[in-house]
């Protein structure tokens, strides 16, 4: 007979090895999904996680990709990561990358086309405050009123995307547009634009912000007073309640942090990769993000990485629709499949497994 | 805006159809709440559902066997949760939250070939005689049969819940799993159950969805109705009748809106389409105020036996 015992404390090698068991397991589970729908399984995993990377010809120009579709997941989980710890539950960072991108891009696009170097740095600190305002509508509903934040910051998502649609076709619509919904496009306006900071690496300004809140929250979590108390009140409520810890100081930092972030990610998006405001510019960033969070095991560096993994499977998925002709589906199932994987494996830090022959225990 | 055009008869028949697959989702999740599981992933299994009994619904022809393959579907998927929450002690709300993700990718992928058909149709019942009353006839009781459906499980649940033994033993394990587990009741039994009992009706109200009211194959099609289900079961504390009545609210708002929108009022239709989630934002802010009253006392809490 299998039971489960307890450990005192979670083992430090397992929550470092699950991470890489789940992926393993996760690409066989995939191996077979993908033999399912007919397809060579080594061939899909191979044009997933080594063509975009390694590919004489799609290589060159999926690498930068990489660090572009990584650095939204990785601004955003950074901030998520910093609630969960503490049990507080911030699901809805899609609506507040939505409303960054909103701010943000309306502040740039108030100033057209004006060439002042202030516009940029405007436009950051604008989608910074767009999606921390977001984000402190389910913060202090909760610290007034008690409401469920994972509900509140939910519908908030649905709002948002209410918003845009409005906005993409009203306020922000490109006048000279014809009448398509969409805004200007930031590519011909130079100083709202995103640009790469080093030519063709695909490092543009949100990849240099997520790599510094990689940073900051490393420093935060490891040397703060601030971080110590996250820590605390997600491992043991009670204790952190008696050694002092403001609740609704914790509450309201950790939401308005990952809203700014969310914020920042949305801002950088929509005024480099994206382009322009659309409907649709959004691709669920906020959403894969919560997988990135706990795949990178709510840590900083695990985050980087787990962001850099989800950003390759988002080109390899792109490449595998384009060369196996995957259906794109097929690819956010994968994702959700490695969240269930990492979660069940999850037992092996916390737990021990112990055979024992009495059955009597 | 020519409010004229909205007759207050089909408006309130038409509450009843936009309120069964939230009702069916609500009164599914209450159940295993109250067995103090919470299950974020009702979303993901509704979404499920709907893809699922949709497909089947078109390759029999058949919405009765789109309906029961959905139930299957959804309860299927939620023993995954199950099985992860259960025996291997995963975080409830990282899981839910695992489950309405992976959901969404599954319903998607299988999905694609049935996007722009048609779903079979569903004969309605004219109950007899009730039916040729004036006024109530209409509204009440020239429904498909889902909607009968619902109202029956939601009666089943009332009276299992507060009036059977089973009903107190699900309570008992809710409110103090290891008083219950002292006590020799099977814990992760009970739990699997109303598990599965909640992956059901989410599915059941996702292929409502797709086979009634919609009627045909959208992805994300379910836009959030099952967190809004969520949020009814916190309105309603807990309490199937409320459940009943939380939905029956949120129906009436959503089919309020959209008849706003066909009549052209003057408000911008995004303002109205963001309207039931303004909405269910403000009545969760009032639930709150009044304090948490009926959560179960073990809700999202991990059980694991030692003895």
């Known amino acids: ?361 | 805006m020519d409010l004229s055009q909205i007759n207050p008869l089909l408006l309130l028949a038409s509450l009843m159809v936009a309120a069964t697959p939230i009702l069916l989702a609500a009164i599914g999740e209450a159940v295993v709440e109250k067995a103090g599981v919470l299950n974020l992933g009702v979303e993901g299994m509704m979404i499920t559902g709907a893809v699922v009994g949709f497909a089947i619904g078109v390759n029999t022809g058949s919405p009765a066997m789109g309906f029961v393959a959905a139930a299957v579907a959804g309860a299927a998927l939620s023993m995954l949760f199950g099985v992860l929450v259960l025996y291997l002690m995963s975080n409830q709300v990282a899981t839910g939250l695992g489950l309405t993700l992976f959901g969404l990718g599954l319903s998607s992928l299988i999905g694609k070939p049935y996007e722009g058909m048609k779903a079979p149709s569903m004969a309605k019942w004219d109950i007899p005689l009730l039916s040729d009353i004036p006024v109530l006839g209409p509204i009440l009781f020239r429904h498909d049969p889902m909607v009968y459906v619902s109202l029956i499980i939601v009666t089943a649940t009332w009276y299992v819940l507060t009036r059977t033994r089973a009903g107190l033993i699900l309570r008992g394990v809710g409110e103090n799993h290891d008083a219950a587990h002292a006590l020799g009741y099977k814990v992760v039994r009970v739990r699997l159950m109303a598990i599965a009992f909640g992956g059901a009706c989410a599915g059941l109200g996702g292929a409502y969805v797709s086979l009634v009211r919609v009627p045909q194959w959208v992805e994300g099609m379910t836009a959030g109705a099952g967190w809004i289900a969520l949020a009814i079961v916190v309105f309603a504390s807990w309490r199937p009748w409320r459940v009943l009545l939380g939905a029956y609210l949120f129906g009436g708002i959503t089919v309020l809106q959209l008849n706003l929108q066909a009549a052209g009022a003057a408000i911008p239709v995004e303002i109205l389409a963001m309207s039931p989630y303004v909405v269910t934002i403000l009545v969760l802010v009032v639930i709150s105020l009044r304090g948490q009253h009926g959560a179960p006392g073990s809700l999202g809490r991990i059980f694991h036996a030692t003895h």
Request: charged share 10%.
């Open chain 1, 1 to 361: 007979m299998i039971h489960l015992e307890k450990r005192p404390q979670p083992s430090r090698f397992w929550a470092g090895f699950t991470p890489i068991l789940a992926v393993i397991a996760t690409m066989i589970a995939g191996g077979i999904m993908f033999w399912m729908l007919g397809k060579d399984p080594l061939e899909a995993i191979r044009t997933i996680f080594w063509d975009p990377l390694f590919h004489e010809t799609f290589g060159p120009y999926s690498r930068p990709q990489l660090l572009v579709k990584a650095a939204p997941l990785i601004l955003i989980a950074i901030g998520l990561s910093l609630g969960f710890r503490a049990g507080i539950w911030n699901i809805g960072a899609e609506g507040q990358y939505i409303m960054g991108a909103i701010c943000g891009a309306g502040v740039g696009l108030a100033f057209y086309p004006s060439d002042s170097i202030l516009i940029f740095p405007a436009m950051v600190l604008a989608g910074a405050i767009g999606g921390w305002a977001w984000a402190m509508i389910p913060g202090l509903l909760k610290v007034k009123f008690g409401t469920n934040e994972i509900l509140v910051s939910l519908m908030l998502v649905y709002v948002a995307e209410n918003l845009l649609a409005s906005v993409s076709q009203g306020l922000l619509q490109n006048p000279e547009g014809m009448g398509f919904p969409g805004s200007r496009n930031f590519r011909d306006f130079p100083a709202a634009y995103n640009t790469e900071i080093i030519g063709g690496t695909g490092m543009h300004w949100g990849v240099a912000a997520a790599f510094i809140a990689v940073i900051f929250a490393y420093v935060l979590l490891t040397r703060h007073m601030l971080g110590f108390q996250v820590r605390l009140t997600g491992q043991a409520p009670r204790a952190a309640r008696f050694a002092g810890v403001n609740p609704t100081r914790l509450i309201l930092f950790c939401l308005g942090t990952s809203g700014a972030l969310a914020g920042l990610a949305g801002l950088f998006e929509v005024s480099g990769p994206a382009g322009q405001v659309t409907i649709d510019f959004n691709s669920g960033y906020g959403f894969t993000a919560i997988i990135v969070a706990f795949l990178g095991r709510l840590h900083p560096i695990g985050i980087l990485l787990a962001g850099l993994l989800m950003a390759l499977t988002y080109i390899g998925g792109e490449l595998a629709q384009l060369m196996l002709g995957l259906p794109g589906a097929a690819i956010q199932m994968f994702q959700g499949m490695l969240m269930f994987f990492l979660l069940a494996m999850d037992v092996l830090s916390h737990y021990r497994i112990r055979f024992n022959k009495n059955a009597t225990a």
